[in-house]
């Protein structure tokens, strides 16, 4: 059976949105979103930046009558602040001098006609798995790359993923001269913790499947 694809207006609205998810691996997250969904659970994203990726969630989850979650204090990552490489002058908001880029996510999900589909949660991850009950069918984490950031992403919710459900990971870089770390290290973690196991590779995004409990 071929991957599922998402719909050709979902796809141009990702490729115009602004953000940091090659086609590529977008289309096997999406792939990966549209098996997930099958569950009947949430699919859960945490590092919405301005929802180039939750646009293909919330398609997959639109496809099969479920919702997509996606977690962000939209303040930025480390990389992303003013004279770091990643940094965009169009996501500060002058009033506060910071990054906010809610406004643009907000935009970007209306024009994609997918805001129905999508409950942005606003908030820093721990604390939002903290408090967050129910099992969901996906985990995609793409937020802070430090070490501290993905730990905790994956502390606060690899435990969530129902059994059956996946596990995304994006930025996966075994070599260190292809990017940081602490993705790939959250990547071992899960494998070595034997409730994941490997079904897909695209580039630097993983797809593990929850096959076990010890986590
Ligand atoms: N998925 C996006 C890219 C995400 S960039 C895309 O497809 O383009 C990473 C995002 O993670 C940033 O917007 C940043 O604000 C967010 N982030 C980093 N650390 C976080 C944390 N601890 N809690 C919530 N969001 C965080
Ligand atoms: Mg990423």
């Known amino acids: 059976m071929a991957a599922a694809a998402p719909a050709p207006e979902t796809l141009a609205a990702f490729?115009?949105?602004?953000?940091f998810m090659p086609v590529r691996e977008g289309l096997?997250?999406?792939?990966a979103a549209a098996e997930a969904a099958r569950l009947g659970l949430p699919l859960l994203e945490v590092g919405?930046?301005?929802?180039r990726s939750t646009i293909l969630l919330a398609d997959a989850?639109?496809?099969?009558?479920?919702?997509?979650?996606?977690?962000?204090?939209?303040?930025?990552?480390?990389?992303?602040?003013?004279?770091?490489?990643?940094?965009?002058?169009?996501?500060?908001d002058p009033e506060v001098g910071a990054m906010d880029t809610l406004p643009t996510f907000r935009r970007?999900?209306?024009?994609?006609?997918?805001e129905d589909h999508v409950i942005a949660?606003?908030?820093?991850?721990?604390?939002?798995?903290?408090?967050?009950?129910?099992?969901?069918g996906m985990v995609f984490i793409d937020g802070?790359?430090?070490?501290?950031?993905?730990?905790?992403d994956y502390e606060g919710w690899a435990p969530r993923v129902a059994d059956g459900g996946l596990l995304v990971i994006h930025d996966v870089f075994p070599d260190p001269a292809d990017g940081g770390q602490a993705p790939y290290r959250v990547y071992l973690r899960a494998l070595e913790s034997r409730a994941f196991t490997e079904v897909a590779v695209t580039d630097s995004l993983r797809v593990l499947r929850r096959t076990?409990?010890?986590i």
Not at 15 to 19: F, I
Not at 77 to 85: F, L, M, R
Not at 108 to 114: E, F, I, K, Q, S
């Open 15 to 19: 490729e115009a949105a602004k953000g």
């Open 28 to 31: 096997a997250l999406y792939a």
């Open 48 to 51: 919405t930046y301005c929802g």
């Open 61 to 92: 989850a639109r496809e099969a009558g479920t919702v997509a979650v996606t977690v962000d204090h939209h303040r930025g990552s480390e990389e992303q602040q003013p004279g770091w490489e990643y940094h965009d002058p169009e996501v500060v």
């Open 108 to 114: 970007t999900l209306h024009r994609a006609g997918l």
């Open 121 to 136: 949660v606003v908030g820093r991850s721990p604390q939002v798995a903290r408090v967050w009950a129910g099992e969901v």
């Open 144 to 152: 802070g790359h430090t070490d501290e950031h993905a730990s905790a």
């Open 212 to 214: 076990g409990a010890g």
